[in-house]
């Protein structure tokens, strides 16, 4: 007949069998081949985050990785750009349960970059994580030279209007964010940017608050999307460049 403290030492193999389910392999990549950059992290999916820094460009980006328990239990990774608190983007891949591994990739709204993310067992991971990788890759065109480079705002307007698709709008939009209060030509392609929902409307914004006090006609615009707009890092975004349009000048 089972004692009670054979029934304490099974319900602690559950709670070591739990806890070690709740900790699968992970993998995260984050890659700009065009500067250079491509840092990976992987081990054990665990409560207490993994950072890792880099640099990208003159800022300091860093990359958060932890186990949210929320149910179902989720991969949660934080990019940082600078010394802010607040993630620039989050990405999130449910714990899988009914199969070995999961994979996800895709672009980072603030700055160019290709995110790969998996959990689950490295044999079934790791090739699922490469083929995500290589399809989005398909479609990741980064710039060719950084954005002091790209003096010629006429060619970036092109890009942001004529874009092939959004990954091209989104960096030009960036890159004219970098120029500062010299892209003040690029404001209404940028305007008109905004009305492009999701990554690019993200970019736009970014963009319009870095150029500033030239940006002003923009606030309207930014006010009429910040009030519909859902997204919360797009809109902290778009409150962030009302404020930075503000800030740069006197009041209107």
């Known amino acids: 007949m089972p004692t009670r403290g054979d ?26 081949p065009a500067a250079g950059i491509d840092v990976e992290l992987r081990g054990p999916l665990e409560r207490e985050p993994t950072e890792r820094k880099f640099a990208c460009g003159e800022e300091q980006c860093r990359m958060r990785v932890q186990l949210s328990t929320l149910d179902p239990p989720r991969l ?25 591994a999961d994979c996800g990739a895709g672009f980072s709204s603030e700055h160019p970059f290709l995110v790969t993310f998996g959990v689950g067992e490295n044999d079934a ?6 083929k995500q990788r290589a399809s989005v890759r398909r479609r990741y065109r980064p ?11 006429g060619k970036l307007i092109h890009r942001l209007t004529k874009g092939r698709d959004v990954v091209e709008q989104q ?28 990554y690019v409307r993200k970019a736009a914004a970014s963009a319009l608050g870095k150029i500033g006090r030239p940006a002003r006609r923009a606030r309207a615009k930014l006010k009429r999307v910040l009030a519909s707009e859902t997204d919360p890092f797009v809109r902290s975004t778009l409150e962030a460049a009302l404020a930075a349009i503000a800030d740069r000048g006197r009041p209107d």
């Open 125 to 130: 991971m790791m090739p699922l994580c490469e």
């Open 76 to 100: 949660e990774a934080r990019l940082f750009v600078g010394e802010g608190h607040r993630p620039v983007d989050t990405f999130y891949l449910p714990v899988p349960r009914d199969r070995p």
């Open 171 to 198: 960096n030009a939009a960036l890159a004219l964010g970098e120029l500062g209060a010299k892209a003040a030509p690029a404001v209404p392609a940028l305007m008109a940017a905004l009305d492009i929902p999701g």
């Open 143 to 153: 710039p060719s030279t950084p954005p002091a480079a790209r003096s010629e705002i």
């Open 7 to 32: 029934a304490w030492f099974n319900r602690g193999v559950l709670v070591l069998v739990a806890a070690l389910a709740l900790t699968p392999p992970y993998y995260l990549r984050v890659e700009n």
